[in-house]
């Protein structure tokens, strides 16, 4: 059969489905899902600590604080970058960055890439993140905002809190997420290789991303148990 790529697949699509009646839905087959959800059991900590291995593996910085000293280390770590002009999702916690002697930039529809562009540092919380990839998701959630603002500075702190924003698979984080959203999945900076696989960092996206996980002060074994259950929500 002659005619575009386009065609003859669709034309090997049809010939594979001739036999099925017309009246049969999707949904009328449902297909098994029994593959494991997990691998392996762990305690809240051990998710956690899986977690910041995964993250350095993706040459993310990691980062562990009690949530009382999160602004403080926020303040730290701007510092370090000479950041001085920071971009802010609107639902951002006022105290996290009230230490911190930025300009913030705060997020709106009007904020261009070529803005985006002068900003130093961007400042987010999380949907949620995945112990067993490495994987912090970002759901456009008030503590968030836009996926623009995530892409095009240059450097990235993101904030997890380990007690209700870690699980342990991807199978648990799609059981969790919205669909419907615009999700964005980091595992470490942006990065590319070319057939020499020689690494490029900042390609699309930025060169540089800490991720700042936040206990709430008990003794790690205490702290909730990650799972399915809970919705999850930005900060």
Partial sequence: MRGTSRDRILARVRRALADVPAHERPQDHPVP????????????????????????????????????????????????????????????PAEWLAQAPVEQVPDSAGLTARELDAVDSVVTGCALAIAETGTVVLDAGPDQGRRLITLVPDHHVCVVRTADQIVDSVPQALGRLDPARPLTWISGPSATSDIELDRVEGVHGPRALDVILVHDGRPRDEQAVTGDSAPARGL
């Avoid at 997990?38 to 990691?62: C, F, I, K, M, Q």
């Fill in 33 to 92: 899902r029994d593959y494991l959800r997990t691998h392996g059991a762990r305690t809240p900590a051990e998710s956690a600590d899986l977690l910041a291995e995964n993250l350095a593996d993706y040459r993310a910085v990691v980062h562990r604080v009690a949530a009382t000293g999160l602004p403080a280390l926020l303040t730290e770590l701007l510092g370090r970058r000479g950041a001085r002009r920071v971009a802010v999702p609107a639902g951002l």
